[in-house]
């Protein structure tokens, strides 16, 4: 058990609909990441949050987006759906910034998502 | 863009087998780690390397981080069919950009019994 969590587990929607993805780090980390993992993409970085900030982002679409609360959970937001966005999304965190020397992160399980 | 590509892609072995995996980049990364994932979970780390040259055992599992800090390799001496699963390495960044890490599309092992 990584100490991320990760909610739900699996998803089943429509094309069209909106989703919500939640997130908790573990205990301590600031940072959030988010992932997509497709069988021909590999894990793709979507967006990274430090303390409620957005840090950086990656390869995500503008029908996606995130946040991070005050209590450090995050959601992601995945909207308009399409079939192509069907995939395992994880979050991960981690201590990053003058504490760390390197960046290690931990996975939640995973969301599954299917869009039918 | 950094890059970091594995090797091979799929590899599969008969169970008190050596196999060793690689992981490969044009670029300098500020640390290397490695990830085990198994089918429906997310990934598990297994071990950081921060140092050139440096190499780590964990159990029968060694990691060598490249001289240069470009490359790594993960052996496994002889592979036990719970060893079966999706091996990735990610890179840490350099130059003070080190919250960022580039995943290889992994390696995919299976040992069989």
């Known amino acids: 058990d990584s100490g991320v969590t990760q909610t739900p587990k699996h998803l089943i929607t429509a094309t069209g609909q909106r989703v919500t993805l939640r997130c908790s780090p573990r205990s301590g980390d600031l940072s959030v990441y988010w992932y997509q993992q497709s069988l021909d993409q590999g894990l793709q970085f979507l967006i990274q949050?430090?303390?409620?900030?957005?840090?950086a982002k990656g390869n995500i679409l503008e029908r996606f987006s995130a946040q991070q609360f005050p209590d450090l959970h995050s959601e992601l937001n995945l909207s308009s759906l399409e079939l192509g966005d069907s995939a395992l999304y994880f979050c991960?965190?981690?201590?990053?910034?003058?504490?760390?020397?390197?960046?290690?992160?931990?996975f939640g399980p995973g969301t599954r998502l299917t869009v039918l | 863009t950094q890059l970091l590509e594995q090797s091979p892609q799929f590899l599969s072995i008969q169970e008190g087998e050596n196999l060793t995996v690689y992981c490969n980049s044009s670029?300098?990364?500020?640390?290397l780690q490695w990830y085990r994932q198994e089918p429906g979970e997310g990934p598990v780390l297994l071990v950081t390397v921060v140092t050139g040259g440096e190499v780590k055992k964990l159990k029968r599992l060694t990691f060598q981080f490249g001289d240069a800090r470009k490359d790594s390799s993960l052996h496994i001496t002889a592979a036990q069919p719970g060893d079966t699963g999706l091996y990735l390495c990610?890179?840490?960044?350099?130059?003070?950009?080190?919250?960022?890490?580039?995943f290889g599309k992994g390696t995919l092992l299976t040992v069989n019994p």
């Open positions: 670029s300098v990364f500020s640390s």
């Open positions: 991960a965190s981690s201590v990053v910034g003058g504490l760390a020397a390197y960046n290690e992160q931990f």
């Open positions: 949050y430090y303390n409620g900030e957005e840090r």
């Open positions: 990610a890179g840490g960044g350099s130059g003070g950009s080190n919250y960022k890490l580039t």
